[in-house]
């Protein structure tokens, strides 16, 4: 297998250091890397210095038509090497992962196969922006393959075994740094997903009520709108306090406590907080819950009202998306912020607030100043 120019491969993971020997560990240690398994998608992970350290990391969903994966293969490269270089570190080198299940009982080496010509532009376009591909991995459930190997026999076939979950060196030090591997990337996105059958029938005739009765009253001028501010932030107060009181649930990641939590909410309820949140200085106000205890609870909270964005009401979404990515990156939590701050950006990509946060955490930013910046709004509201 080719490798780095330099030694190892090395991750910092709090005060440990964790050296990456060949492909087989760069594979087991990509979860844990992002915090998830990344399943469709295509993640591109610069090294630094002479010890290759792995830094800056772009995921992005898998094209599904071929026409556009030289097109996506160019922009990843140049979106690695332009935010790296923000940052004052230019990568010396790249290692690209291609993550895809196969289709129903279709064969993992054949989708590897379908995969090659991307991982050959990726490897073609990191490397005229000086940005050479030391490894370039196709990983699939439990196997790997490697489009950089030169082993006969090596990387065919059936592919090579990732080491047993919980038993590599990146595995152990994850455990004692803290790390958590939250499921899949489908599983974590499956959260914020609409209400279909029909609850989300019913969820979309208290939409259609609520958006005939609040949005003239938004639109009618100041006097109107700052009534319906109030009337969102009485609402949003006295929804987190009916969600502080339910007992948290035994697993906060499991589909059973996002059933708990959308019992929590009434259709109405749901339909006039979506609605008042549309307006700006009401989403803001209802940012201020972002730390300490508050947090969870909000968290909860913008995720089911997520899920109430059903139908024609979807693009809505991008108010409790955005909150949500921002208390979860709020919280430390940056897989989680990832993914809910990406799915704002799908569902409305000029959203400014989503945009603002995503950059922030894409640049490894602290959110302390925002916060202080929310603290000081709250209080002179106050006053």
């Known amino acids: 297998m080719t490798r780095h120019s330099g030694s190892a491969p090395e991750l910092s993971l709090s005060d440990c250091r964790v050296k990456l020997r060949g492909p087989a560990e760069l594979a087991d240690a990509l979860p844990y890397l992002l915090g998830y398994h990344p399943d469709d998608s295509i993640v591109l992970i610069g090294l630094h210095g002479p010890r290759g350290r792995l830094g800056g990391r772009i995921r992005t969903a898998i094209p599904g038509n071929p026409e556009e994966w030289n097109a996506t293969a160019d922009e990843l490269a140049a979106c690695l090497v332009e935010n790296s270089e923000a940052r004052g570190d230019r990568p010396e080198a790249a290692v690209v992962y291609l993550c895809q299940a196969p289709p129903g009982q279709g064969r993992a080496q054949d989708t590897m196969e379908r995969l090659r010509p991307l991982a050959q532009r990726l490897r073609t376009t990191c490397g005229a922006l000086e940005v050479p591909v030391c490894e370039a991995l196709y990983v699939t459930r439990d196997r790997y393959w490697s489009y950089c190997c030169v082993e006969p026999g090596c ?23 803290g790390i958590e591997v939250r499921g899949s990337l489908t599983e974590l996105r499956r959260r914020f997903a609409p209400l279909d059958g029909p609850a989300g029938a019913r969820q979309l005739r208290a939409l259609d009520a609520a958006a005939a009765v609040l949005t003239p009253r938004m639109l009618a001028g100041p006097p109107a709108a700052a009534s319906v501010r109030a009337e969102t932030t009485e609402l949003a107060e006295r929804l987190m306090g009916r969600f502080r009181r339910a007992p948290a649930p035994a697993d906060p990641g499991d589909a059973a406590a996002d059933a708990t939590d959308d019992a929590l909410l009434t259709s ?21 819950w972002m730390e300490g205890a508050d947090a969870e609870v909000a968290l909860r909270l913008w995720r089911a009202l997520s899920r109430r964005c059903v139908a024609a009401y979807r693009g809505h979404a991008a108010a409790p998306l955005t909150l949500a990515g921002w208390v979860a990156w709020s919280s430390g939590d940056e897989p989680g912020a990832q993914v809910a701050l990406g799915l704002a950006l799908e569902t409305d990509p000029e959203y400014v607030f989503a945009r603002l946060l995503h950059q922030a955490c894409n640049d490894g930013l602290d959110p302390e100043p925002l916060r202080r910046c929310m603290r000081q709004q709250r209080a002179a509201r106050r006053l």
Do not use: F
């Not at 979950?165 to 455990?175: C, H, K, L, R, Y």
């Not at 309820?269 to 200085?281: E, P, S």
């Open 268 to 288: 109405d309820d749901a339909a006039l907080l979506i609605l008042g949140l549309q307006d700006r200085v009401s989403r803001d106000r209802a940012a201020e």
């Open 155 to 177: 990387c065919t076939g059936e592919g090579n075994e990732l080491p047993r979950a919980g038993t590599s060196a990146m595995a152990v030090a994850a455990a004692y740094a």
